[in-house]
């Protein structure tokens, strides 16, 4: 049964909202700053351009580092759910989204005459031989 986006966001908050349970728990903008460094390091560049073909993106880190910058004038509580409610936007998203995994269609039942037995495939090779 296919999730909606609102319904994947509710259940993306529920688990966030376990996984961080105080305001200490939440990323500190010096972390997200280090993780958009890191990600323009040569290290980081040239396993992205082995595995990838292209340079890494790093835009969204640099997007999270401003929407921390952001929230610095709020209440602590406040900020933990507008940081929740932004991660589990980002999280629904992806999950939401195209995938590797879409390329499968789900059988219902096992595929017919596979593998192939070794009878079929003699009599096959034998009516080939001139």
Same mark, same amino acid.
């Given at each position: 049964? #296919?999730?909606?986006?609102?319904?994947?966001?509710?259940?993306?908050?529920?688990?966030?909202?376990?996984?961080? #349970?105080?305001?200490?728990?939440? *990323?500190?903008?010096?972390?997200?700053?280090?993780?958009?460094?890191?990600?323009?390091?040569?290290?980081? $560049?040239?396993?992205?351009?082995?595995?990838?073909?292209?340079?890494?993106?790093?835009?969204?880190?640099?997007?999270?580092?401003?929407?921390?910058?952001?929230?610095?004038?709020?209440? #602590?509580? $406040?900020?933990?759910?507008?940081?929740?409610?932004?991660?589990?936007?980002?999280?629904?998203?992806?999950?939401?989204?195209?995938?590797?995994?879409?390329?499968?269609?789900?059988?219902?039942? *096992?595929? $017919?005459?596979?593998? #192939?037995?070794?009878?079929?495939?003699?009599?096959?090779?034998?009516?080939?031989? *001139?």
């Amino acid at each position: 049964m #296919p999730v909606d986006f609102r319904t994947a966001v509710s259940q993306e908050e529920e688990y966030l909202r376990k996984l961080h #349970p105080t305001v200490d728990d939440i *990323p500190g903008c010096l972390s997200l700053l280090d993780g958009f460094l890191m990600c323009h390091v040569l290290n980081a $560049q040239f396993k992205s351009l082995y595995r990838y073909g292209r340079m890494s993106e790093c835009g969204d880190k640099l997007e999270a580092f401003k929407f921390c910058l952001s929230l610095k004038s709020m209440h #602590p509580e $406040q900020k933990r759910d507008a940081w929740i409610r932004r991660r589990a936007e980002e999280l629904a998203a992806k999950r939401l989204g195209k995938s590797s995994e879409n390329v499968w269609e789900v059988r219902a039942g *096992p595929l $017919q005459n596979w593998p #192939p037995t070794l009878l079929n495939d003699v009599a096959h090779s034998a009516e080939s031989i *001139p």
